[in-house]
């Protein structure tokens, strides 16, 4: 695997709607939920999303803080709702920020909680990146058991984050490729929250094509509410299949290897208003 060079980090993006939605009409802005975060190292799927030293080579090492936020809104009682969420990121030339744009319509079937929407992924500056998936999720919680959330997101581009499309030059395609994950979380203790999570990832056969297989992700770990919207969260995170994704951190071919499947111990910081 090639890594695509860094530019500056564009964190504008949320500061701008941030204002927009503290200057919306009060009657407008009770259906805005906002969000902003800090993260030691920035994993999609279990990956490494900052993985570009000075060189342009894979980048080793466990503190890769992200910058993160988003926000979304609800219309009214509907179910429907748009958001968008941001992080910076640095993997791909030319580019580091991934903005996402979602909109979808949640209902309740019984004692489930349902939601059905699209999600575009959008990196500017280097658009091979770019990438549009359609979702499906199932939530079920239960006072004693905890809640367990369900989701499939199905690839519906040729291009995937890279590794297929016409946008990065290559006559592969990533469609069709599936995200099947399932998330659990139990309250400990007052303010305390057991978090878990597995996923699997299997790609287009055309991606598999380039010795880049279908592999499993986890997380393991615990968030601790402070009160007011402020959550402390610290998990184990990381992904199987590891020498496959590996990537040279430097030129020659002694160079040593990095893959962005490494498991880490990541800590976030997040508030949500």
């Known amino acids: 695997m090639t890594f695509p060079t860094r530019t500056a980090l ?53 503190f890769k803080p992200a910058v993160q936020g988003g926000l979304d809104y609800a219309f009214g009682d509907s179910g429907w709702y748009v958001g968008n969420w941001n992080s910076s990121v640095d993997w791909l030339r030319g580019n580091s920020l991934e903005s996402d744009l979602y909109g979808g319509y949640r209902f309740k079937a019984g004692p489930f909680d349902l939601d059905l929407g699209a999600l575009a992924y959008v990196y500017p500056g280097n658009r091979s990146g770019n990438t549009r998936e359609l979702y499906a999720s199932a939530g079920y919680g239960d006072e004693t058991l905890g809640q367990f959330t369900l989701k499939y997101s199905h690839t519906v581009s040729r291009d995937y984050f890279g590794y297929a499309g016409a946008s990065g030059g290559s006559g592969l395609s990533g469609r069709g490729t599936g995200y099947l994950n399932l998330a659990y979380s139990r309250e400990l203790a007052p303010h305390l929250t057991l978090k878990a999570s597995v996923g699997y990832t299997r790609m287009s056969g055309d991606i598999r094509s380039l010795g880049l297989p279908s592999y499993a992700d986890y997380l393991l770990g615990a968030a601790w509410d402070f ?12 992904a199987t299949r590891q020498s496959a994704y590996a990537a040279a951190t430097g030129p020659g071919v002694g160079a040593s290897r990095y893959s962005p499947n490494h498991q880490r111990f990541i800590a976030s910081l997040a508030k949500s208003f």
Not at 227 to 238: E, I, P, V
């Open 10 to 62: 564009p964190v504008a993006l949320s500061t701008a709607l941030l204002a927009a939605c503290m200057a919306a009409p009060l009657s407008a802005r009770a259906q805005f939920t906002g969000n902003i975060a800090l993260t030691t190292n920035y994993k999609f799927r279990g990956q490494d999303q900052d993985m570009l030293n000075a060189g342009g080579f894979a980048k080793r090492g466990a």
């Open 227 to 238: 009160g007011g919207g402020l959550t402390l969260t610290g998990a184990l995170q990381g």
